[in-house]
């Protein structure tokens, strides 16, 4: 003992250590230990740099922790505190080496607690100072605490690691062990008998060597479960993707992919039909958007009146809304009385624009006419929601569905999952629209350049829409065939709308688009197509999607790719592209610079090089950054710019100057399929001033996600790994798909079913207006009332309700079934029933999932992903909704513990604050004082 400081020796490579650290029970006036540390008789160096902590694990199983000082190259100065005094006995103890290039940890060595002799009595003071001073004392021991908990915590799952790890090494010496014993019985087996039956004799210990590793507890089939299983880990969730600043580089340890359904549901408040606006008066053009909303552009010549819907309004109060953001006072939405359906104005009924909802009351049945309307001189760029609701609130906008809940027979909803590119909606094949007016047979051409044509679309009599952006510059018409295919009538598509009708007798269709200037016009296949037409059933518009043949996509038929991308912080990497001739070049040997040189006078002035594809980068905010740009005279004016370009690195279109560092850009849809790729153009204005050799040199350019510039650091790669989906990745509540892997297999689980229409049975017939009722008997659906059910014909029926309600609806009962009852008189036989749902979709939960792995090539791309030594993103692309994704990565150490003390300073100053906060108002004042502070500081 050295006063207050006992001297110690630690042999890093004893295998115990029996000499003990004594220490007092309670002592805890500056205890220290000096540890000389030695290797065989030798001193040990300390590695530089490196981080040097003491554990004690106590008596009592909890962990106490302390920050020791490096004396020296061989000589520690470690704390002995109060939390390692607390508990008498031989506790156990180690120093542990936290370096850049590694951990290290010494041997376990005896740390023994004496009893001591009088308890401690803490003598509560009613001195306000006094009480301070315990107060902090507190804190102190209780963020100790907090600290000795989180490491002790770490120490538990870094055992279980451990154990993990012996497990696998177990299994390998199993794997060893018996294959010593294979290769013995096989020569036994070759003095006996034959080649063939040794190498059987192989296969069988093979086997079931494989099969006991297999069952064997601990076992991993994964090299990196085992390889980082002593790491420090974490987990990060988001929306579509997840944004880590913390991990290593290092292989993900866990990844989880959860499919989500979504679905519209209304309630059948909105009276007003849904308008198919696309039309322009007077200077306004107003036009009907994907999502129900109406957007109403231009600069009015004249007062316009654009009719949203007439309809029979019963004697009532009403509520009119949803043009909030519109010119106040100069654009008005209202509702008319009219002598008759398409007659003249009696009177206004109510009108909002100068305010944002109007309530009516209506005495007797009329006629009624919304409007919007658009005073003269007005410039508008709006998009405004009409609503007209009984009652007198304003209630939230909602499509029309028939003043119905929805989804219904009448007013079905399409069930949209993670991955879904089409509903199947999409009547017309873009591939077959062609030249029209050209001659099989001699191959002459009547006029062909002002039209072009669709093949043959079969149909069935009811309504039908034709839209898309922009189809309104041409002349859009329908053709109508018979069974045969001989043209029975063309017709002109109603022009403000695109509604037409399909009659009886009518077996297929075929849309031609002529040249709004007639003959001397020009039309060609792929400027329609660009356009993206679109055909659907019904008297909606609906949004545009490709054509899969009338079925969902993904599905077996039309499989789909959802894409798994996991990048660094940096977007721009120096994958050189040649875009304006031969006039410069690129030098990219620095890491940090890009040096362009002009290899001769007035040459190419641009070089450009990639930022990323189209589809990772669309939508995303984007911020681009550089530490300088330094050319190599004057008259040289360097800048820095984003373009489209093409598979060819043709430059296709302007995107941003980005001359001023940083520069934040949201990058939008070019709308031009050439368009590939984001490229970074480096160029220098030097008109005839250039001259061989001149360069301009680029320092520390950064391209990275988000609106806050980061720091310059290098470009880290691009994994991406496609799986394909032949259905998309549905979910219902907690019942998910999920791309997971399990048992160190990477597959897609699947906890939701679908309908087997087949499966449908009528159950009976109800007399009085209960309607029909049909049962479908899922086994193996959740037993659960109530559990969550999603159909695109029928609204699940409310918690509570009885099979009495009126109307149709859809239901569930605690044996697992699904009910839905109707009231529709066409339903009289389980046939007719079945061939309505059959282009239906239901899913339910299911009561024990399903697994299916995905291919040898996507199971090695998964085992291979990396996650990236400071930020990481790892994002999934596909259509519908975003997924739910989950990361298991292993954590950069020092990072980890930076997270830790910030932590637990923000605990002690929060607490701190707390009990300065509750003292009286002179104490508080106190604390200015010199020994007050001083205390603060020594805390």
């Known amino acids: 003992m050295d006063g207050t400081i006992q001297a110690y020796v630690l042999d890093m490579a004893a295998d115990t250590k029996k000499e003990p650290l004594r220490v007092k029970q309670y002592d805890t006036n500056s205890r220290q230990a000096r540890i000389t540390l030695k290797m065989g008789g030798e001193p040990w ?31 520690v100065l470690a704390p002995i505190t109060e939390q390692m005094t607390a508990v008498t006995g031989t506790q156990l103890g180690e120093l542990y080496f936290l370096g850049s290039d590694g951990d290290i940890k010494t041997q376990t060595f005896p740390v023994v607690v004496y009893e001591a002799v009088m308890d401690q009595v803490r003598i509560e003071s009613s001195d306000d100072f006094q009480s301070l001073q315990d107060a902090l004392r507190d804190i102190k021991a209780s963020t100790e605490v907090a600290d000795i908990a989180a490491q002790y915590a770490t120490e538990q799952g870094n055992s279980a690691r451990d154990g ?3 497990a696998n090494d177990a299994a390998d010496s199993i794997q060893v062990a018996v294959d010593a014993a294979a290769a013995a019985k096989a020569s036994e087996t070759n003095a006996k008998t034959s080649e063939t039956a040794a190498a059987q004799t192989q296969q069988e210990v093979t086997d079931y060597v494989e099969a006991q590793k297999a069952a064997f507890a601990g076992y991993s089939k994964r090299e990196s479960d085992s390889k980082y299983a002593n790491a420090l880990t974490e987990t990060a969730t988001g929306e579509g993707g997840v944004t880590v600043e913390d991990a290593w580089t290092a292989p993900v340890l866990g990844l989880d992919v959860a499919g989500k359904s979504e679905q519209v549901v209304t309630t059948g408040a909105q009276l007003l039909p849904q308008p198919q606006f696309n039309d322009t008066k007077n200077g306004i053009t107003v036009k009907t958007q994907t999502d129900g909303g109406i957007s109403i552009t231009g600069t009015a010549t004249a007062a316009i009146t654009f009719t949203v819907a007439e309809i029979l309004l019963q004697a009532g109060q009403y509520t009119l809304s949803g043009l909030s953001g519109l010119v106040v006072g100069k654009m008005y939405f209202q509702l008319v009385e009219i002598s008759a359906q398409g ?8 009108k909002v624009g100068h305010v944002t909802s109007a309530t009516v009351t209506i005495d007797h049945d009329v006629w009624a006419r919304a409007e919007i309307k658009v005073l003269s001189g007005v410039t508008a760029d709006s998009v405004c929601y009409p609503m007209l609701n009984a009652g007198d609130t304003a209630l939230p906008w909602e499509p029309y569905t028939g003043a119905a809940p929805s989804p219904s027979p009448d007013y079905p909803q399409d069930i949209i999952s993670v991955g879904t590119v089409s509903t199947g909606k999409q009547m017309l094949n873009a591939d077959t629209i062609v030249q029209g007016g050209i001659n099989a047979d001699t191959g002459a051409t009547n006029n062909a350049s002002n039209f072009v044509r669709s093949d043959y679309i079969p149909v069935k009599p009811g309504d039908y829409v034709l839209s898309g952006d922009g189809l309104k510059s041409y002349l859009n018409y329908v053709m109508y065939f018979n069974q045969e295919k001989v043209i029975q009538s063309s017709l002109s598509i109603k022009p403000t709308n695109g509604k037409f009708t399909v009659t009886e007798g009518t077996a297929y269709i075929r849309i031609r688009f002529i040249a709004k200037d007639g003959a001397e016009g020009t039309v060609i296949p792929s400027e329609v197509v660009a356009l993206k037409p679109m055909l659907n059933t019904g008297d909606i518009a609906l949004p545009w999607e490709p054509y899969t043949g ?9 499989p789909q790719t959802l894409e798994l991308v996991v990048t660094g912080a940096q977007m721009f990497y120096k994958s050189l592209v040649t875009l304006r001739g031969t006039g410069a070049e690129a030098d990219i040997t620095d890491k940090r610079a890009i040096k362009i040189t002009y290899t001769r006078a007035n040459g190419g002035k641009y070089a450009g090089f990639i930022v990323d594809d189209k589809s990772n980068i669309v939508g995303k905010t984007l911020t681009i950054s550089y530490g300088s740009i330094i050319p190599s005279k004057s008259g040289l004016t360097p800048g820095i710019r984003l373009y489209w370009i093409d598979n060819n690195g043709s430059v296709l279109s302007y ?5 001023t560092s940083p520069t934040t850009i949201t990058i939008e849809d070019p709308q031009n399929d050439a368009a590939t790729k984001l490229a970074l153009l480096l160029y220098a204005d030097v008109g005839d001033a250039a001259v061989v050799n001149d360069y301009v040199i680029y320092k520390d350019i950064m391209i990275n996600a988000g609106d806050i510039p980061l720091p310059w650091e290098p470009y880290m790669g691009c994994q991406n790994v496609p799986i394909t989906l032949t259905e998309p990745l549905r979910g219902v509540g907690e019942y998910r798909y999920r791309i997971m892997c399990r048992d160190g297999v990477w597959g897609i689980e699947r906890c939701v079913g679908v309908v087997d229409n087949g499966q449908w049975k009528k159950i009976n017939v109800v007399s009085g207006s209960a309607g029909h009722r049909f049962v479908y008997d899922a086994t193996d659906m959740i037993e659960k009332l109530n559990c969550m059910v999603m159909c695109t014909k029928y609204t699940r029926r409310p918690n509570g309700s009885s099979f009495s309600n009126a109307g149709d609806y859809m239901a569930t009962d605690e044996r697992g079934k699904i009910f839905i009852r109707t009231l529709n008189p066409d339903f ?21 999932p399903t697994w299916e792995p995905f291919p040898d090539a996507t199971q090695q791309a998964l085992n291979e992903l990396t996650t990236y030594a400071g930020t990481t993103h790892l994002t999934i692309t596909a259509g519908g ?59």
Request: aromatic share 6%.
């Open 828 to 848: 009289e036989t389980i046939e007719a029933f079945k061939e309505f749902m059959a282009d239906a979709i239901t899913i339910y939960p299911l009561a024990t």
């Open 655 to 659: 995107v941003v100057y980005a001359n």
């Open 164 to 166: 993990a790890q012996r």
């Open 881 to 939: 909704p975003a997924p739910t994704v989950t990361l298991d990565y292993v954590q950069d150490t020092h990072k980890a513990l930076e997270q830790c003390q910030e932590a637990a300073k923000e605990y002690t100053d929060n607490q701190l604050a707390a009990i300065v906060a509750a003292l009286p108002t002179a104490t508080q004042a106190a604390i200015v004082d010199n020994q007050t502070t001083r205390l603060l500081q020594e805390v």
């Open 45 to 75: 160096t300390i590695p530089f740099g490196c981080q040097i902590h003491i554990n004690v694990r106590k008596t009592d199983g909890k962990l106490a922790d302390a920050t020791c000082t490096r004396i020296d190259e061989h000589t």
């Open 343 to 350: 007659g003249q104005f009696v009177g206004e009924l109510a």
């Open 550 to 558: 009338g079925k969902p996509s993904p599905s077996v038929e039309y």
